[in-house]
């Protein structure tokens, strides 16, 4: 990765960074990645936390505090609270939030109570997680179709602009477009530009209730089943190798990995045929 960063010129008199690092074949995450100044005990808390929190995500900051406890960590909740906002977890019932509520003049309903998802590109849905790497961690962003449970875009990022969530966004839209699109309320997902281009793109816009972690279910199941099966199976040691990592996993996720509720199908199945 180093030799690919060195190929790039950041005042380049023509090519933007983007591009440089498309042609190189370097990651644009991986070219500003820098490992997280953190120290080696609060990197270890950091990967309790996580897992916790995968296992259990309705723990506050009080309780994941006592948890660390009975782990033989006593550390001040105030610590535990720095580490969660870090990660872009926030400790509060019932879920953690990666993305942070933004505040918005138009807010959007969440169309799905009740609703029958019969078929493909009925419902998309996204959300953001955290992937956690020996000396730091990253962002991820996926797309997922509900009925068929088909991955149909993800990125990674060291930050939580939005940006990355637009690219995502642009490498689903190539393939289809739904009718409703759900997310659950982060600033990434209420920015003028990401609703404006679902907008633009004659798409509906759903966002989930505050406080319910249901209303977004199969992304909260898809990053268990990252994180179990792929994740805390591995040890990162950059943003090139986790990325290679997730891409073999999505690709497996889609295309191979049977899932029950389909019938024991692969997502691929479902999705291509409908």
């Given at each position: ?13 023509t090519l933007s960074l983007a591009r440089q690092c498309e042609l190189v074949g370097l990651a644009r995450s991986s070219y500003y990645y820098q490992p997280m100044a953190e120290s080696e005990e609060n990197l270890l808390l950091m990967r309790l936390l996580d897992e ?223």
């Amino acid at each position: 990765m180093e030799e690919k960063r060195a190929l790039i010129e950041p005042e380049h008199p023509t090519l933007s960074l983007a591009r440089q690092c498309e042609l190189v074949g370097l990651a644009r995450s991986s070219y500003y990645y820098q490992p997280m100044a953190e120290s080696e005990e609060n990197l270890l808390l950091m990967r309790l936390l996580d897992e916790q929190y995968t296992r259990i995500p309705f723990y506050g900051i009080k309780k994941m505090t006592a948890w660390l406890g009975t782990q033989g960590y006593e550390v001040n909740h105030k610590r535990v609270a720095r580490l969660l906002r870090q990660m872009g977890l926030m400790a509060v019932y019932p879920s953690p939030r990666l993305s942070q509520p933004g505040e918005q003049n138009v807010r959007y309903p969440y169309l799905l109570r009740g609703m029958s998802i019969d078929r493909v590109n009925q419902v998309w849905s996204t959300d953001i997680t955290y992937i956690r790497l020996q000396r730091g961690f990253l962002y991820l962003v996926a797309i997922i179709d509900w009925f068929s449970r088909y991955v149909l875009a993800w990125r990674t990022s060291i930050t939580l602009e939005t940006a990355f969530c637009l690219e995502a966004l642009e490498q689903a839209f190539e393939r289809a477009r739904p009718e409703i699109f759900n997310n659950d309320q982060g600033s990434q997902f209420t920015s003028t530009e990401f609703t404006n281009r679902l907008k633009a793109a004659d798409v509906r816009i759903s966002w989930d209730g505050r406080g319910r972690a249901l209303d977004n279910i199969f992304v909260e199941r898809l990053w268990r089943t990252v994180k179990y099966e792929e994740v805390y199976l591995k040890e990162y040691q950059s943003v090139s190798d986790a990325e290679s990592g997730l891409k073999a996993y999505f690709q497996f996720y889609n295309q191979d990995r049977l899932h029950q509720a389909l019938d024991y199908q692969t997502p691929i199945q479902v999705y291509s045929r409908s």
